[in-house]
């Protein structure tokens, strides 16, 4: 199977999963990504039996309109029984590396809402040890310098990623090398430099299930 065979899978499997729990009053929040597109393509074929989706970036909220389904902004909503997701890298504590698509805090905020976080991810993302994939770290423009001066500090190797700007208007520094053995530890110490906004390790507010998708099938990973 190609690695979008294996993606569409497991958002397919994350469908199967929901379903039997949807209602019509019912928002689900929505991540973003390769793999978090082929959800909202499943989902939309159920549009019908929930209200709509927050979004975690602009991109999938134009991706739910265009199949027809209302996007609602989070602060209108109290609470979300779902967020379902892709990742960059998975533990087997579910903790995540996730930001490959800028759009990191909108999902950490997403996530940190939601009752259940469904992480969808092909079997190349499950790694022993966090940090092969480069960390993305959201940061005030005006910081970068400071900020990329204090993670060498911490020991990685940021790299700024040219030409970006997420949703919020901010810059996206890569730090490459960092072998994240305490998850919890790095992501709070990397969000404890003034500029940066957040950095894209989920650890504090992990996956409830991650969904990996194999030549085997589909693997429900909880811990
Ligand atoms: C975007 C993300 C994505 O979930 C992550 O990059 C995985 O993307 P894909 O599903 O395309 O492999 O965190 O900011």
Redesign the pocket.
């Known amino acids: 199977m190609t690695q979008d065979e294996l993606?569409k899978a497991t958002a397919e499997a994350a469908l199967e999963r929901i379903l039997p729990h949807l209602e019509e009053d019912m928002i689900i929040g929505i991540?973003?990504?390769?793999?978090?597109n082929f959800f909202i393509d499943a989902l939309a074929e159920h549009k019908a039996k929930f209200d709509g989706c927050v979004a975690s970036s602009e991109a999938s909220a134009d991706r739910l309109k265009g199949h027809g389904i209302p996007v609602y902004d989070l602060n209108s909503v109290s609470s979300l029984r779902f967020y379902i997701?892709?990742?960059?890298e998975a533990n087997e504590h579910l903790h995540l590396i996730?930001?490959?698509?800028?759009?990191?805090t909108r999902?950490k905020i997403v996530a940190a809402v939601s009752e259940e976080f469904i992480c969808i991810a092909d079997g190349s993302k499950k790694v022993d040890v966090l940090g092969q994939f480069p960390l993305p770290v959201e940061v005030i423009p005006m910081a970068r310098s400071y900020v990329a001066r204090e993670l060498v500090k911490l020991g990685g190797d940021p790299v700024y990623r040219e030409g970006v700007l997420t949703d919020n208007g901010n810059v996206i520094l890569d730090v490459w090398n960092m072998q994240i053995t305490d998850a919890v530890a790095t992501e709070d110490k990397i969000n404890q430099i003034v500029g940066v906004v957040t950095n894209g390790l989920f650890a504090a507010r992990a996956a409830n299930v991650l969904l990996l998708g194999t030549e085997e099938g589909v693997e429900t990973i909880t811990v």
């Open positions: 993606k991540g973003t990504g390769s793999t978090a997701d892709g990742a960059d996730k930001g490959g698509g800028a759009a990191l999902e």
